[in-house]
Every structure is written in structure tokens, then in C-alpha cells.
């Protein structure tokens, strides 16, 4: 089956840093999906990005679905960042998620 | 803004026994997941609701799970008898899909099996 692959798998930082999160896919995939996992455990929808690049405050998104990987942006970063990010995507042909195993982000003070 | 409400957030049960989780999708979506996430593991897809029958499940849903929309508003996970294993997260998502796919998540059910 598909297989996700997000690296870097662990980033720490300082506040106020910069970093890029990529997701890669094994196979084509539609209707994208980024999301924040908040230290409570709740995943929280960042972007619904299938193609091109969507701003949204500090973060931003951009897939460029031909050669099959996106990228998530989070500038001058904040410790309220830190959490686990995902990427995920259904297949071509059928509509579940596949998940990617996450960036575990630290932002410190 | 709509969101997707989940009961309870965490539950706590014994080996062998039945439990019900339950979720209130996004009032005018038509399609409805569960999926479940095992502490520091990934998320994993388990099931796909429309049209109210399964329209996709994975290995890991197995006989011992069952969903069900009783009503207009709920959607359901049922556990039969609960392993040690099926401690987790689970999340309920839904989607409108005719317009778009994006999913929409729970907050999640802390499942915690002793």
C-alpha cells in the first residue's frame, strides 16, 4: 500500500525560528490534509492543500501533487507550535487517510 | 463554526467488556470515519460509514467491531470485548465530500483497557 514518509521525524527550536516539515508519498494522492496534534491529543486541521499553496497566518502549506510531496511552513515559530504534526491522504482509489508518522516539534522559550 | 463533538473523552473499562464511543459528526456531512491511534504510534484508519453501511474497513476491524448511525445525529464505535490492546485514541471524522473532502476530527475518546 502507500506508504508516508515525514521528516524530520523530531525538531527542536528556538522561538521566534523558522522550520519546513515535508511529507512525502509513495504513490499519488488526493485531498491532502495537514494537521496539529496539541498536547491534549486532539488533532487539529491545519490545511486541506490537494495542489498548490494556501497561507494561513504564520503557517503555510504547499503540495505539488505531480512529484508527490508537500511542505508545511511555520515562521518565528511559538512555543504554543509544539506538538506532533501529520500529514495524511487517501489513495486514488478510496477515500480513508493514510497517515504519515509525524514531526514531533519542541519550541523552546 | 460546525465541528464534531465526541462522548466521553476518556473511558475506562475492564478486559472483556463492551463499550460504546460515540460521535456527532458535522450536521450536513454524509460520510463518517473512525480511526484510532495507539499512544506514540501513527494514526490508523478503521472504518468509513455512508449511506448507513460500511463502505470501507481495515484489517484491524475486525468482528469484535461494529458502528451504527442510530439516529440523525449519532454515530457510533462499538467494542464487543475489549482486549488490552485496544487501549487508544480514538477519533471520529467526517466529510461532506460532494464539495469537498477535507475531514473534519473529534477531539477524540482516550480508550484505556486494564
Known amino acids: 500500500g502507500i506508504q508516508v514518509e515525514q521528516s524530520p521525524p523530531d525538531l527542536i527550536l528556538q522561538e521566534g525560528a523558522n522550520s519546513t516539515l515535508r511529507c512525502n508519498f509513495s504513490d499519488s494522492v488526493n485531498n491532502l490534509q495537514w494537521f496539529h496534534q496539541n498536547p491534549w491529543g486532539q488533532l487539529i486541521n491545519l490545511f486541506y492543500?490537494?495542489?498548490?499553496?494556501k497561507q494561513n497566518g504564520r503557517l503555510s502549506a504547499t503540495t505539488v501533487a505531480t512529484e508527490r510531496y508537500s511542505l508545511l511552513y511555520i515562521s518565528s515559530s511559538q512555543t504554543t507550535d509544539s506538538g506532533v504534526y501529520f500529514c495524511?491522504?487517501?489513495?486514488?482509489?478510496?477515500?480513508?487517510?493514510?497517515w504519515g508518522a509525524g514531526t514531533k516539534l519542541i519550541i523552546k522559550p | 463554526e460546525p465541528e464534531v463533538t465526541q462522548t466521553p473523552s476518556h473511558q475506562v473499562t475492564q478486559m472483556g467488556q463492551e463499550v460504546i464511543l460515540r460521535c456527532v459528526p458535522i450536521s450536513n456531512h454524509l460520510y463518517f470515519y473512525w480511526y484510532r491511534q495507539i499512544l506514540g504510534q501513527k494514526v490508523e484508519f478503521l472504518v468509513s460509514f455512508y449511506n448507513n453501511e460500511i463502505s470501507e474497513k481495515s484489517e484491524i476491524f475486525d468482528d469484535q467491531f461494529s458502528v451504527e448511525r442510530p439516529d440523525g445525529s449519532n454515530f457510533t464505535l462499538k467494542i464487543r470485548s475489549t482486549k488490552l490492546e485496544d487501549s487508544a485514541m480514538y477519533f471520529c471524522?467526517?466529510?461532506?465530500?460532494?464539495?469537498?473532502?477535507?475531514?473534519?476530527f473529534g477531539p477524540g475518546t482516550r480508550l484505556t483497557v486494564t
Open positions: 471524522a467526517s466529510t461532506q465530500r460532494l464539495v469537498s473532502h477535507e475531514q473534519y
Open positions: 492543500i490537494p495542489s498548490g499553496t
Open positions: 495524511a491522504g487517501p489513495p486514488d482509489s478510496n477515500y480513508q487517510l493514510i
